[in-house]
């Protein structure tokens, strides 16, 4: 079975904090994303990329940064945390064709909460 | 600028009736249309896709219907169950760079009442 796995379900960290959110999927995809889902926002597209050591800003990158050294790998970075960080981050990937029809795998999520 | 709308936020369900669930989007170079499931703490699961050239897919309980002149898509479940109460996301895929990106709607919190 196909899998994105996130390395943390619920992580608290402090105000100013450097945080690393890691991304592994098993399925030799080209494109990884990283989202963020809040209450009546829904998702939000942080940050993708479609190939190692390629990055490419999505809707709201401010605050964060991105990763990828292999390409089954992709980390977010929040270079210092605040309140307003505080979220569910969703990690997911792709084929480049198939994205178009069976759309993404999702990991199970990360729910952040900075304090 | 949201490309695709869901203007409900939550809608309840008798279990054995019909849950509709509505989308609307506003470029009309979308090529394909998707939907998901999410359950709390969980990612979202990919439940039904359409393309921009039909007007109708259905797959067991779920069919999704689309109407370009309107563009408008909706995702009816028939008949409700219980297990079927999540959050649904409504997704449209655009073309970027030489590959494909989705964009979300806002969700539709949908609540089956047993």
């Known amino acids: 079975d196909v899998k994105v796995t996130q390395s943390s379900r619920y992580l608290v960290k402090r105000t100013g904090e450097k945080v690393f959110l890691e991304c592994v999927q098993d399925m030799d995809h080209e494109n990884m994303f990283w989202y963020r889902q809040d209450p009546g926002l829904g998702l939000r597209l942080i940050y993708f990329s479609y190939d190692v050591k390629m990055k490419e800003k999505g809707d709201i990158p401010e605050g964060y940064s991105v990763s990828r050294e292999k390409k089954e790998r992709f980390s977010l970075i929040l270079e210092s945390a605040s309140t307003n960080q505080t979220s569910m981050y969703l990690c997911?990937?792709?084929?480049?064709?198939?994205?178009?029809?069976?759309?993404?795998?999702f990991g199970s999520g990360t729910r952040l909460t900075v304090v | 600028d949201q490309q695709v709308k869901q203007n409900s936020p939550s809608l309840s369900v008798q279990e054995g009736r019909i849950s509709i669930l509505n989308c609307d989007y506003t470029?009309?170079?979308?090529?394909?249309f998707l939907w998901y499931k999410k359950y709390p703490a969980e990612g979202p699961t990919f439940l039904i896709s359409?393309?921009?050239?039909?007007d109708k897919n259905e797959d067991g309980r779920f069919t999704v219907f689309l109407n370009k002149s309107a563009k408008h898509l909706s995702l009816h479940i028939v008949p409700s169950q219980p297990g079927d109460s999540a959050v649904y996301f409504c997704a449209a895929i655009f073309r970027w760079a030489g590959s494909y990106q989705l964009t979300f709607g806002k969700g539709t919190k949908l609540s089956v009442i047993p």
């Open positions: 470029n009309s170079m979308f090529d394909y």
């Open positions: 359409i393309s921009s050239i039909k």
């Open positions: 997911a990937s792709s084929l480049p064709g198939t994205g178009k029809i069976y759309g993404y795998t």
